[in-house]
């Protein structure tokens, strides 16, 4: 009997771009953090394109804007720290940019 998806991915192995320890961490912890691997100026950008998002401004039409239920039931928080999720993001291209980014898209 086989495993769905059996040889195509061996997490356990050793691997190229990621070691065996991140591997564990991300199984333990849910998320990697990889420091350095996209440049300030970059961050600063994509950071920019989504300060521009939260506030409204060349949303693509398909992209879906998410809000905290908390803070939208309590009180009117606007700007980005209402928004907890961007989707269908990628139609901007800034923000796939960030997808793409060879420092990103190597892991």
Do not use: H
């Not at 771009?17 to 199984?27: H, T, W």
């Not at 949303?59 to 309590?74: L, Q, Y």
């Not at 999720?85 to 990103?104: E, N, T």
């Amino acid at each position: 009997m086989t495993t769905l998806g059996e040889g195509v991915l061996r997490w356990a192995d050793e691997g190229r771009v990621l070691s065996q320890e991140q591997k564990q961490f991300y199984e333990k912890n849910g998320y990697l953090l990889i420091r350095n691997c996209v440049p300030n100026y970059e961050l600063e950008r994509y950071k920019d394109r989504f300060r521009d998002i939260c506030q409204g401004k060349d949303v693509p039409p398909n992209m879906t804007v998410m809000r905290d239920v908390a803070i939208a039931k309590s009180e009117f928080v606007s700007g980005e720290k209402a928004i907890t999720k961007l989707q269908d993001f990628q139609d901007d291209p800034v923000l796939f940019d960030f997808c793409q980014y060879k420092g990103v898209s190597s892991f």
